[in-house]
């Protein structure tokens, strides 16, 4: 096989550790706009695999911010690598596929980042310039990684991600601190170019990328997690079909007590292939053994656990998850009074706080994995059903 050694940098972009972009590094200092640069040299980080850009981006900017995994790397020592990064979908798959920017989104929040995602095709330039001042010019509280094509910036390759270190005012740059380290070196990037680079659709998703900017958030690492199932299936695909089915079935039979309705939603969750995708993290110290028995007994004591073990013969804990969690779009047919009903069941607010902190985590996962999936199925949900995706 062919072997390579790194790749120069196109025209127009300068290499850090050159002259040029040694100058511009002393200009942004002085400005003030290389706030995030050091929390994340600190953590600078070579992908480990082809495909594991966005890993690799999320494991610096995990480290930067100070988030503790809660789980052992190597040792006693608690740090985030690649294979610490398991939720979302199977690793298998990333090393096949790598991430689209909602699955890494998935993934920052399930391990204790707050997310806040932004697509190019939704936001001019202008937006993207003035978050990346403010991220660059505030010391260590956030982090931006953005998702691009190498091929709009004159690269070889297809999509990337990478985190930006800092924002260059005169020559409206960005410094980009690519994670595949040993392709091309970090290097300042006009803004508007960087932006453009955003706005290619990205084939899997059939939407622009964008960026992700990254804070610490109060929730720590999530317990509870859902990965894919055992033939490598991400979680995403599986769990827009487990909603849209859910959706269908709920149209087509119009249930008129809240019961019928549970019995639906737990016929159509599939046990046997959610059981699949449905991890709780093994303890790893007596302090997260404790929380782990807290949050099962917290689980067992809710009303959603109570119709799941009354309602079907599988082990209720999954199922009283899946409940609590499933997107809102699966009761699009229900009638007003019965969703008020399921509202009140599944409200975050009345469970125990470990309880609740895990599920709004839960939720925002599958917020990330299938918002745009099922916005594109959604439709009026008549009589004879809702439309497939």
């Known amino acids: 096989m062919e072997s390579l050694y790194r790749r120069p940098l196109p025209s127009g972009q300068v290499a850090f550790a050159e002259p040029e972009g040694r100058r511009m590094f002393n200009d942004a200092l002085a400005a003030g706009t290389l706030e995030s640069f050091f929390p994340l040299i600190s953590q600078f980080h070579t992908q480990a695999e082809p495909e594991f850009c966005g890993l690799g981006s999320l494991v610096m900017a995990l480290n930067a911010l100070g988030i503790d995994p809660g789980r052992m790397w190597r040792g006693p020592w608690r740090w985030f690598s690649e294979e610490l990064l398991d939720c979302c979908m199977p690793l298998d798959s990333v090393r096949k596929h790598g991430v689209t920017l909602e699955e890494l989104a998935c993934l920052a929040r399930c391990n204790g980042a707050q997310v806040v995602l932004q697509r190019a095709a939704d936001h001019g330039v202008e937006a993207f310039r003035s978050e990346l001042i403010r991220v660059s010019s505030t010391q260590g509280t956030s982090v931006m990684v953005i998702g691009y094509a190498r091929g709009a910036l004159g690269q070889t390759g297809s999509g990337h991600f990478s985190p930006l270190g800092g924002y260059h005012a005169q020559k409206d740059a960005a410094l980009v601190l690519d994670v595949a380290r040993f ?42 997690h859902f990965i894919g199932c055992k033939e490598g299936v991400g979680v995403g695909a599986l769990l827009v079909k487990l909603v849209t089915d859910t959706r269908d079935a709920l149209a087509q039979e119009r249930p008129l007590a809240l019961e019928a309705v549970l019995r639906i939603v737990l016929r159509e969750a599939r046990f046997e292939k959610l059981a699949e995708a449905f991890f709780l993290r093994a303890a790893q110290s007596d302090e997260h053994e404790a929380l782990r028995l807290r949050l099962l007994q917290s689980l067992r004591e809710t009303p959603a656990f109570a119709w799941a073990q009354r309602l079907t013969e599988n082990p209720a804990e999954c199922l009283a998850v899946w409940l609590l969690c499933v997107p809102q779009s699966a009761f699009a047919a229900v009638s007003e009074s019965l969703r008020h009903e399921i509202d009140v069941l599944r409200d975050a607010a009345s469970l125990a706080p470990e309880l609740e902190a895990e599920v709004l985590n839960v939720r925002a996962q599958f917020r990330y994995l299938t918002d745009h999936a099922l916005e594109t199925s959604s439709a009026a949900c008549g009589p004879g059903g809702c439309p497939k995706p």
């Open 183 to 224: 392709k091309y070196p970090p290097h300042w990037t006009a803004v508007e170019d960087l932006h453009r680079a955003m706005l290619p659709i990205d084939p899997v998703t059939g939407r622009s990328r964008g960026w992700l900017v990254l804070s610490r958030g109060e929730q720590r690492s999530s317990l509870v």
